[in-house]
């Protein structure tokens, strides 16, 4: 006969709206936690908020009813599966995303990182779990004004809630991971049901401990998921206490439940957000392109013919607008938005302030592409112009990705971009204003974001196989060369037979080349640049 484990208390989250899956996962788990022949859960001590119940109103009268049906001999598992976000903006703040949120309101209607922890920290239980399935998808498109990342909660925040012990906080991902979607639950949820039902347990004493439990995820997540989701705890604060038992208070596992015993179906759509699969081009999607192109003097030591490789970016440039127009109509050459920045310093001035990034397009701001077709002819002069005046001295590559990123920022918020926006770098990687490595962390927050990023590294080094995409840097390359790689997006598996078919090219791995290349020659520049044609319907 089964017994209950009376000390046992949860409160079970699945938000639903844009995201329906979360409430079969929420069900899902709760169910194994109320098992008796598993989990062993008293059912009344196990609230289940899904759908429309799971308002921020209700989320916080259950955690409220938590600290007060509590004691210090309690084990209280906490789990919620929706929307969980890092915003920055007008408000700086990480936020649980309830049912029924206002983006005009979110500190009335959502649930901030601060107040999520003063919650947790007033229940008494000395084991306490949290569980974050927090999924990343197209539900936050009306937050004008913020800069969205989806994330778990920020280290400081889970630094001050598992102070003491007995406190645990793991996330479904890694904040530039999607967490996987799946029948029938997301592969998180999952893999958490499965070693609460006994496979996750180390010590076969009947019960499961919560390090054991993040151990197995830790496991069974990523090899679901082909390596590409991971999930997240502090195992430095981890405490490996008791959390409920795994088969009713047996110490023989038994297998899942026959109506939650399904096979595992991953939705293999979902793809990291470092991959052009997120999005789904169309011809007349709006189309958002920036540039940046090293004007330093750095750049005539590494190319024997600066000018020619200028030339070919130029007519390049134009080749990606034709092929833009002739997709769209007067309208959509609207919304077809297109940047170029030139960094580098471009004035004797510039050069003693630590250098210049400035827009050849001369606007401070994206210029559509029915404006860069009117007035094609005093752009392109503008930008012969500022490319034949270089004298500069200095490289700040930080400085030219810090102000893309605000150009992105701007338009991101506008049309709804169905194709994923690009950022082309062309340099020869030394920037002088690199300090603590800042250009590969915005350019990692940038791809987070949703920004695909190709690099083109140019050199004047023989390359032996200059039509060749790499899925590691190599120790013998410059350290201008490894910064542009680790820049670079994950080529997205749809776009190899592209350069693996059409252009010849050799692609190292199928699953993690990036989209960084060595160029030597204009015609593999050329060839480079015109990939963007290729993943720009």
């Known amino acids: 006969m089964s017994d209950l484990f009376e000390q046992g208390h949860a409160c079970v989250i699945g938000v639903g709206g844009d995201l329906p899956s979360t409430v079969d996962d929420a069900k899902g788990f709760a169910k194994i936690l109320k098992d008796p022949e598993r989990c062993a859960y008293p059912v009344d001590q196990v609230k289940v908020l899904t759908g429309e119940n799971a308002t921020r109103a209700n989320i916080i009268n259950a955690l409220e009813t938590l600290a007060s049906t509590t004691d210090a001999e309690s084990t209280v598992l906490v789990y919620f599966s929706g929307h969980g976000y890092q915003l920055s903006g007008a408000i700086k703040s990480y936020f649980l995303m309830?049912?029924?949120?206002?983006?005009?309101?979110?500190?009335?209607?959502?649930?901030?990182?601060?107040?999520f922890v003063r919650l947790l920290r007033a229940i008494p239980a000395q084991k306490l779990l949290v569980l974050l399935d927090c999924c990343h998808a197209g539900g936050l498109i009306d937050l004008d004004g913020f800069q969205v990342a989806k994330a778990p909660l920020p280290p400081e925040a889970t630094k001050k809630?598992?102070?003491?012990?007995?406190?645990?906080?793991?996330?479904?991902?890694?904040?530039?991971?999607?967490?996987?979607?799946?029948?029938?639950?997301?592969?998180?949820?999952?893999?958490?049901?499965?070693?609460?039902?006994?496979?996750?347990?180390?010590?076969?004493?009947?019960?499961?401990?919560?390090?054991?439990?993040?151990?197995?995820?830790?496991?069974?997540?990523?090899s679901e998921t082909d390596d590409k989701q991971h999930p997240v705890l502090d195992i430095q604060r981890a405490d490996n206490f008791v959390l409920a038992y795994y088969a009713g208070g047996d110490k023989q596992p038994k297998s899942l439940p026959k109506e939650l015993e399904q096979?595992?179906?991953?939705?293999?759509?979902?793809?990291?957000?470092?991959?052009?699969?997120?999005?789904?081009?169309?011809?007349?999607?709006?189309?958002?392109?920036?540039?940046?192109?090293?004007?330093?003097h750095s750049m005539t030591c590494s190319t024997n013919n600066l000018q020619s490789?200028?030339?070919?970016?130029?007519?390049?440039?134009?080749?990606i607008l034709d092929r833009?127009?002739?997709?769209?109509?007067?309208?959509?050459?609207?919304?077809?938005?297109?940047?170029?920045?030139?960094?580098?310093?471009?004035?004797?001035d510039a050069i003693y302030k630590g250098g210049s990034v400035r827009d050849l397009l001369k606007v401070d701001s994206s210029v559509s592409l029915k404006q860069l077709e009117e007035d094609w002819s005093k752009y392109e002069k503008q930008i012969e112009k500022m490319f034949k005046n270089h004298i500069g001295f200095t490289t700040p590559l930080v400085k030219a990705l810090r102000l893309s990123q605000k150009r992105f920022e701007a338009e991101l918020g506008k049309p709804p971009y169905k194709i994923q926006p690009i950022l082309f770098i062309l340099s020869d990687g030394e920037p002088t204003d690199n300090e603590s490595n800042?250009?590969?962390?915005?350019?990692?927050?940038?791809?987070?974001?949703?920004?695909?990023?190709?690099?083109?590294?140019?050199?004047?080094v023989d390359i032996v196989e200059p039509r060749y995409l790499y899925s590691a840097p190599h120790d013998e390359w410059d350290e201008g060369a490894k910064l542009m790689f680790n820049?670079?997006?994950?080529?997205?598996?749809?776009?190899?037979?592209?350069?693996?078919?059409?252009?010849?090219?050799?692609i190292q791995s199928q699953e993690n080349s990036k989209l960084f290349a060595q160029i030597n020659h204009s015609e593999y520049l050329s060839e480079y640049i015109g990939v963007i044609n290729r993943l720009t319907p």
């Not at 990291?272 to 004007?295: C, N, Q, W």
């Not at 490789?309 to 080749?319: A, G």
């Not at 833009?324 to 004797?348: M, P, R």
């Not at 820049?487 to 050799?506: G, H, N, Q, R, V």
């Open 309 to 319: 490789r200028f030339d070919d970016f130029r007519k390049e440039f134009r080749r």
């Open 438 to 460: 800042e250009a590969v962390q915005i350019a990692r927050k940038l791809k987070q974001d949703g920004i695909l990023i190709i690099c083109c590294y140019l050199t004047n």
């Open 487 to 506: 820049c670079a997006s994950i080529l997205s598996p749809e776009s190899s037979p592209y350069f693996t078919k059409e252009l010849k090219w050799k």
């Open 324 to 348: 833009a127009s002739g997709n769209s109509d007067e309208e959509q050459k609207n919304s077809h938005k297109f940047f170029i920045l030139a960094f580098g310093s471009l004035s004797w």
């Open 263 to 296: 096979p595992l179906e991953v939705d293999k759509d979902e793809y990291s957000i470092d991959s052009t699969r997120i999005y789904a081009p169309t011809p007349e999607s709006p189309k958002l392109l920036g540039f940046l192109v090293d004007v330093s």
């Open 98 to 115: 309830p049912y029924g949120y206002d983006s005009k309101d979110l500190l009335g209607t959502a649930i901030s990182d601060s107040e």
């Open 161 to 222: 809630f598992t102070e003491g012990g007995g406190r645990m906080i793991i996330a479904s991902s890694k904040p530039n991971e999607r967490s996987f979607a799946a029948k029938p639950f997301s592969v998180f949820t999952y893999a958490l049901i499965k070693g609460l039902s006994g496979e996750g347990a180390v010590e076969k004493d009947g019960y499961i401990r919560a390090a054991d439990l993040a151990m197995y995820a830790s496991r069974i997540v990523p």
